[in-house]
C-alpha cells in the first residue's frame, strides 16, 4: 500500500513542533503499525534524517508502552486494541495517516511521539500496593473470596497504565487510572484493610500531577485498549467519600 503519514516531531517539551509529512510506497498489511514506523525510520535513518521516536516494549498488548495518537484516537481505529497489535489492514491504500503522542499536561513530550508517563508511576507509588509482609504463597483455598469478586478484580488489575484514558480526556483526567488500581485492590481481602489510607492518598497524588478532574464523558471507557469501566470511577469516589466521613 501506499500510505501518507503527517507525524508530530518535536525536539523535547520546551520546543515547539509540527506535523511532518512522510510518504511509504511499499506497506505491507500483514505489518504491525510500530513496523511501519519501523519501515519509515529505517527510510530516514538511509536518507541521513533522524529517525521518529517513539515508545515501545513488548509489542505484545501486554506493557503499555506504545501509545499514540492515531488520526484523534488513542491507539488507532481498532476497539479495545493497542497500538502495537494494530495492523495496517485497519487502513487503505492512499490512507493518510496523522499520528502525535499522548497530550495532556501530566505527559511531557520526551521527543516526537515519547512522552514522560511518570507522574502515573507516582500514583502507584502514593499507595498503589500492599504494604503488609506476604511471605510465602498461601494455600489457594485459605483466603475465601468468591467468583464475581475475583473476576471484578482481575478486570480491574488488567489495566496496563498506557495513558490512554488521559489522552482520550478532554480534561486529561487519570480517574480511569487511579480507580482501576484502586479497585483491584479493595475488592480483595490482602488489599481491603487499606483501602481507606490508599485512596485518599493516591487520589490526593493525581491531583498533584496536574491531572484534570473527571467529568463522567466516559470516552476513556471507549478508548482503553483494555476496556476498562468507568465503574470503577464510581468505586473510587465512593472510596474517597467513605474515607473522608470516616475520618470526620
Given at each position: 500500500m501506499?500510505?501518507?503519514l503527517?507525524i508530530w516531531?518535536?525536539r523535547?517539551?520546551?520546543?515547539?513542533?509540527?506535523f511532518?509529512e512522510?510518504h511509504?510506497?511499499?506497506?505491507?498489511?500483514?505489518?504491525?503499525?510500530?513496523?511501519?514506523?519501523?519501515?519509515?525510520?529505517?527510510?530516514?535513518?538511509?536518507?541521513?534524517?533522524?529517525?521518529?521516536e517513539?515508545?515501545?516494549d513488548c509489542?505484545?498488548?501486554i506493557?503499555?508502552?506504545?501509545?499514540?495518537?492515531?488520526?484523534?484516537?488513542?491507539?488507532?481505529p481498532?476497539?479495545?486494541?493497542?497500538t502495537c497489535?494494530?495492523?495496517?489492514?485497519?487502513?487503505n491504500?492512499?490512507?493518510?495517516?496523522?499520528?502525535?503522542?499522548?497530550?495532556?499536561s501530566?505527559?511531557?513530550?520526551?521527543?516526537?511521539?515519547k512522552?514522560?508517563r511518570?507522574?502515573?508511576?507516582?500514583?502507584?507509588?502514593?499507595?498503589g500496593?500492599?504494604?503488609?509482609?506476604?511471605?510465602?504463597?498461601?494455600?489457594?483455598?485459605?483466603?475465601?473470596v468468591?467468583f464475581?469478586?475475583?473476576?471484578?478484580?482481575?478486570?480491574?488489575?488488567?489495566?496496563?497504565?498506557?495513558?490512554?484514558?488521559?489522552?482520550?480526556?478532554?480534561?486529561?483526567?487519570?480517574?480511569?487510572?487511579?480507580?482501576?488500581?484502586i479497585?483491584?485492590?479493595a475488592?480483595?481481602?490482602?488489599?481491603?484493610?487499606?483501602?481507606s489510607?490508599?485512596?485518599?492518598?493516591?487520589v490526593?497524588?493525581m491531583?498533584?500531577?496536574?491531572?484534570?478532574?473527571?467529568?463522567?464523558?466516559?470516552?476513556?471507557?471507549?478508548?482503553?485498549?483494555e476496556?476498562?469501566?468507568?465503574?470503577n470511577?464510581?468505586?473510587?469516589?465512593?472510596?474517597?467519600?467513605?474515607?473522608r466521613?470516616?475520618?470526620?
Amino acid at each position: 500500500m501506499k500510505i501518507k503519514l503527517n507525524i508530530w516531531r518535536q525536539r523535547d517539551c520546551q520546543s515547539k513542533g509540527e506535523f511532518k509529512e512522510y510518504h511509504l510506497d511499499d506497506v505491507s498489511r500483514d505489518m504491525s503499525f510500530l513496523e511501519m514506523l519501523d519501515t519509515l525510520n529505517i527510510k530516514l535513518i538511509k536518507q541521513g534524517e533522524l529517525p521518529v521516536e517513539f515508545d515501545h516494549d513488548c509489542r505484545e498488548g501486554i506493557c503499555g508502552q506504545c501509545g499514540v495518537m492515531i488520526n484523534g484516537i488513542a491507539h488507532g481505529p481498532l476497539k479495545n486494541t493497542t497500538t502495537c497489535q494494530l495492523h495496517m489492514r485497519s487502513f487503505n491504500d492512499g490512507d493518510t495517516i496523522y499520528v502525535e503522542p499522548f497530550k495532556a499536561s501530566a505527559f511531557p513530550v520526551v521527543r516526537d511521539l515519547k512522552v514522560n508517563r511518570s507522574a502515573l508511576d507516582h500514583i502507584i507509588a502514593a499507595g498503589g500496593y500492599v504494604s503488609v509482609d506476604t511471605g510465602q504463597a498461601p494455600e489457594a483455598n485459605s483466603i475465601p473470596v468468591t467468583f464475581e469478586e475475583a473476576e471484578s478484580a482481575f478486570d480491574a488489575a488488567a489495566c496496563i497504565g498506557c495513558g490512554a484514558c488521559v489522552a482520550s480526556c478532554k480534561n486529561s483526567s487519570a480517574a480511569l487510572f487511579t480507580s482501576a488500581k484502586i479497585s483491584h485492590l479493595a475488592q480483595l481481602p490482602q488489599g481491603d484493610k487499606e483501602t481507606s489510607t490508599r485512596v485518599v492518598s493516591m487520589v490526593n497524588q493525581m491531583e498533584e500531577e496536574g491531572f484534570g478532574h473527571c467529568t463522567n464523558t466516559e470516552a476513556c471507557e471507549v478508548e482503553c485498549p483494555e476496556g476498562i469501566s468507568v465503574l470503577n470511577i464510581a468505586r473510587m469516589n465512593y472510596e474517597y467519600n467513605r474515607s473522608r466521613l470516616a475520618k470526620k
